[in-house]
Each structure stands twice: as structure tokens, then as C-alpha cells.
């Protein structure tokens, strides 16, 4: 006779282990997804700094950076700082497992999201314009930026009133703004594939596209975070 006391049987998987882990899994898939959206300006973005420190040669596109290239270094380094870095604040379970990671970040992300801002002010002002670039996405260029200047002001200043809710919502609309360049590749992708390269208003209408649809994401879950609380 076997002894059933002896006897061992698998312990089946515990179903809140199973809900922790697929919790775990869509946590991650928004700040996946900000970085993947990032890649291409990024990307672009070393091409560019290879450009400037291997001395390439100078041509009419990329002459406007070798006369000056303190604003555009500022700029890709603290874009690509605030967009990776800001993806991570998306992350709430991470977050809520290492209580001080949002405010040691928030302390980088401010000042980074600062110097992006103000940085793609400056080029948008001095800088030669390229072809294709005309008045109105300058001025689409010069109300973003000033925007999320202004985002990540109120959300500091929110931050200080210990109003939290403020706090998330303004920093979002920022980040959204930030990351307007990888969804402006997004939809030029397939405007190019049906029409071919787009014209001065059409390429204005692209760029300014990519931030509305960020800010128009960034309100949607604003808004739902409101609702659900």
C-alpha cells in the first residue's frame, strides 16, 4: 500500500501569481512603447553628434550646425535624456517599488525637458532655415516649444502645492510635446510611401500633426485618470 501522506502532487500556480505577472508585463508596455517611438529621433540624433565630432563635410543642409553647435548638441542630448528617462515614469509598478525613483528622476527630467524646449526655441530663431521649412511650421515650432516650456513649469510649480493630480497631468502634456518627434516620423512615413516628399505646407502640417496627436493621447488619459478617480 502507498502511503498517501508520502505521496506529492504539484502545487498548481497560484492565481494571484499568474495576475502579478501579467500586471507586471502591462506595465512595462507603455514605457516600451514611448521608447520605441523615440528611436528614430534618436537615432537621428547620433548620426548628427557622429557628424559633428568626425568632422564631416560641410554642406548646405548641415552647415547651419557646424557654425553652431552648442544649441543642437544641447538639444539632442537633452531630448534624448527627457524621452527615455520620461519613459520610465510611465511605469507605475516600477515606481511604486522604488518609492524614491519619480522625485531622483523628476530632478533630471525638469531641467532636461527645460534645455530641449528652450534649445529647439533657439534653433527656430537663428538657425538657417533648411528647405522646406517655411513661416508656418516655425510658428508651429515656436507655440510647442513654448508650450512645454510652460507644461513643465506648471507641473513644478504644481508639484511644490503638493497638487498631484496637477502635477501629473501638466508634466504628461509636456512629455508629449517632447516626444512629438517620433510621431512626426510616424506620419510621414505614410504621406511619403502614397505622395512622395511632402511640400512646404504639407510637411508644416505633418510636424504639427505629430504634436496634436501626442497632446490629444496625453488628454485622453488625463482625462480617464480624472473619471476613474
Known sequence: MTDKSLTTHP?????????????????????AALIALSVVPLVMGAVRLTELAGGADVTPENARFFDAP?????HILSVGVYSILGAFQFASRFRGRRPGWHRVAGRVLVPSGIVAALSGLWMTLFYAR??????????????FGSAMVLAICLGLAAIRRRDFARHRAWMARGYAIGLGA??????????????GAPDELSRA?????GWAI????????????????
Open 205 to 209: 502640417l505633418l510636424m504639427g500633426s
Open 130 to 143: 533648411p528647405a522646406g521649412d517655411g513661416d508656418l511650421l516655425a510658428g508651429f515650432r515656436l507655440v
Open 70 to 74: 552648442l544649441p543642437v548638441v544641447l
Open 182 to 195: 517620433g510621431t512626426q516620423a510616424l506620419v510621414h512615413l505614410p504621406w511619403m510611401a502614397i505622395f
Open 214 to 229: 501626442n497632446l490629444v493621447v496625453a488628454e485622453w488619459i488625463i482625462r480617464g485618470r480624472r473619471v476613474s478617480s
Open 11 to 31: 502545487r498548481p500556480p497560484r492565481a494571484g501569481r499568474r495576475t502579478d505577472d501579467r500586471n507586471t508585463r502591462t506595465g512595462w508596455l507603455v514605457p
